[in-house]
T-cell receptor, first 112, second 117 residues
Framework: EPEVTQTPSHQVTQMGQEVILRCVPI?????FYWYRQILGQKVEFLVSFYNNEISEKSEIFDDQFSVERPDGSNFTLKIRSTKLEDSAMYFC??????????FGPGTRLTVL | GENVEQHPSTLSVQEGDSAVIKCTYS??????FPWYKQELGKRPQLIIDIRSNVGEKKDQRIAVTLNKTAKHFSLHITETQPEDSAVYFC????????????????FGSGTQLTVLP
């Protein structure tokens, strides 16, 4: 069964550095999402992406964040200048034909 | 925007007993309600979902009920097993329909279910 994949599984970075988190959604899915989950808390929506543009974004998704689909398979989340509070698990998801969202395994981002 | 409340935050049951987790939502336009199971350090895994055109859906030991009038939905797990132990999240969104839009999921705060052997 196809799955969403994400790399890396764990990223450690210094405050102020840029990070790029990568996702490969399920083939033929058209809507993609990024969510984050701070340790022990609920999953929070960041951004949705459709037809090569942002469809919706939350207040969390400020100017430090950007998303891109650089080719036919990858979907990336960039954080330009990381802050300590960006430390979280970041999940990518893609939308199936019945509007169900399938999540990737996540990237644990640690900002020091 | 949508707000989803989930109760209880923790739930312990004996193996073989039933577990019920309840969620309420605020936006009457929400029409899709999935439940995710998340084991420690793993991805949220979709276990069941329900759309607003039905009141109940069942899949083996798992069932979900929806009351649109009261804006609440519940997850029922029967004959619980130790491997059911995990955090369960409810969520709500608007999706599908003639617009074809697929809105983001708004999650509840999660329920830590522990099934005691």
């Amino acid at each position: 069964e196809p799955e969403v994949t994400q790399t890396p599984s764990h990223q450690v970075t210094q405050m102020g550095q840029e990070v790029i988190l990568r996702c490969v959604p399920i083939s033929n899915h058209l809507y993609f999402y990024w969510y984050r989950q701070i340790l022990g808390q609920k999953v929070e929506f960041l951004v949705s992406f459709y037809n090569n543009e942002i469809s919706e974004k939350s207040e969390i998704f400020d100017d430090q964040f950007s998303v891109e689909r650089p080719d036919g398979s990858n979907f990336t989340l960039k954080i330009r200048s990381t802050k300590l509070e960006d430390s979280a698990m970041y999940f990518c998801a893609s939308l199936g034909p019945m509007y169900e969202q399938f999540f990737g395994p996540g990237t644990r981002l640690t900002v020091l | 925007g949508e707000n989803v409340e989930q109760h209880p935050s923790t739930l312990s049951v004996q193996e073989g007993d039933s577990a019920v987790i309840k969620c309420t939502y605020s936006d009457s336009a929400s029409n899709y309600f999935p439940w995710y199971k998340q084991e420690l350090g793993k991805r949220p895994q979709l276990i069941i979902d329900i759309r607003s055109n039905v009141g109940e859906k069942k899949d083996q030991r798992i069932a979900v009920t929806l009351n649109k009038t009261a804006k609440h939905f519940s997850l029922h797990i029967t004959e619980t097993q130790p491997e059911d132990s995990a955090v369960y999240f409810c969520a709500a969104s608007m999706g599908g329909g003639s617009s074809g839009s697929a809105r983001q999921l708004t999650f509840g705060s999660g329920t830590q279910l522990t099934v005691l052997p």
